[in-house]
């Protein structure tokens, strides 16, 4: 019973530190942490729509074998209901838990919430030998409990995520926000002063974008602005953060990538650029061409305030010297 009572304890302790996260990696985090503390392995696998496969987010102690598989692969999503195996007595083993030998009895929860695959919780627990059937079954539910809680935790982060998106987010793009972009560029400086890095900062306007829209109207600049929010955003590295500034203006900024290093990706975006209207779908963009200034910290400023007045005055030169180009801060 004492032994009951310390798993419940934790339970709760995890129950309430999941809910008390803001993202989904805060939440795998803490996931990964005091799973740990409950089962001697497993992961939480997140289900991404999109290419229909389930992603390892979550992982602890001897990890399962496989960080990526379909649906197809796991016998209680086919089912959609909790698949426990227990040695060769009881179970199907899943073809991505085939790396599994060390005689563990695992379980498989499918994370479902109102309707909606959210993923797949897998947690493998002791099995003794000569283990009895009450005992494994003392283990499966403890299982299912931490399951349920994980689920529901999960969904709230979800919905809490959806939510602050929607005011960091620009309708249009899809891209972040400005608001959002000058709190998260004040971190990034003061994290990368305490680590002696740089981070890179690109400042970019669209050309002549008001002759475009009255020239073609605005459905047409909506489109452009639109395709290139697209472009910018599938163009980066995932720690690089791109954001819609204003009407016609987006910033990039470049963790840990010095002045030389920004100009260079700067202008291997400017390029890129121009093959983009022989993509079907982005003929749009055949119309644009971008000015584009850098700058990097420190040697343009320590704040958010100072990097990006030093930035846009190296757009307002490109702008002067001729448009389509690329001009570093003074």
């Given amino acids: 019973m004492a032994v009951a009572k310390d798993k419940l304890k934790r339970l709760i302790k995890m129950a309430d530190l999941l ?13 990964g942490r005091e799973m740990a503390r409950l089962f001697p392995a497993g ?39 909790p698949h426990l195996v227990a040695g060769t007595t009881k179970g199907l083993p899943c073809r991505h838990t085939e790396g599994e030998t060390d005689g ?10 109102h309707g909606e695959f959210l993923g797949l919780l897998h947690i493998r627990f002791d ?9 494994i079954d003392a283990a499966e539910q403890l299982a299912l409990v931490a ?3 994980v689920r529901l935790a999960m969904k709230n982060v979800q919905l809490r995520e959806e939510l602050s998106g929607l005011s960091t987010r620009d309708p249009l793009t899809g891209l972040v926000n400005r608001r959002y972009l000058e709190a998260t ?13 740089s981070v890179g900062v690109v400042f970019i306007d669209i050309d002549h974008l008001g002759h475009i829209n009255q020239t073609h109207g605005i459905e047409e600049g909506e489109q452009i602005i639109r395709d290139l929010g697209t472009f910018l955003g599938g163009n980066i590295r995932d720690e690089d953060i791109a954001c819609r500034w204003g009407a016609d203006e987006f910033v990039l900024i470049f963790p ?20 983009q209207e022989q993509k079907e779908g982005h003929q749009h963009l055949r119309r644009v061409t ?20 030093s930035v846009r005055g190296a757009v307002k030169r490109a702008k002067q010297e001729g448009r389509d180009r690329v001009c570093t801060a003074g």
């Fill in 19 to 31: 809910c008390a996260s803001f993202t989904m990696e805060e939440a795998c985090g803490v996931l």
């Fill in 43 to 81: 992961a939480f696998y997140r289900h991404r729509a999109v290419r229909d496969l389930l992603e390892a987010e979550a992982r602890w102690g001897d990890a399962p074998g496989e960080a990526v598989f379909t649906p197809e692969e796991c016998h209680a999503l086919r089912r959609n209901r």
């Fill in 104 to 113: 563990r009895a695992s379980l498989c929860v499918p994370m479902t919430v």
């Fill in 127 to 135: 099995l003794p030998p000569g283990a009895s059937v009450r005992s």
């Fill in 147 to 149: 399951a349920q809680q």
């Fill in 185 to 197: 560029l004040e971190r990034e400086l003061k994290k990368a002063g305490r680590q002696g890095l």
């Fill in 256 to 275: 840990g990538s010095g002045l030389d290093a920004a100009r260079r990706r700067a202008e291997n975006l400017r390029e890129m650029l121009k093959d």
């Fill in 290 to 309: 971008l000015s584009i200034g850098v700058a990097a910290s420190p040697q343009h400023g320590e704040t958010a305030g100072d990097i990006l007045q």
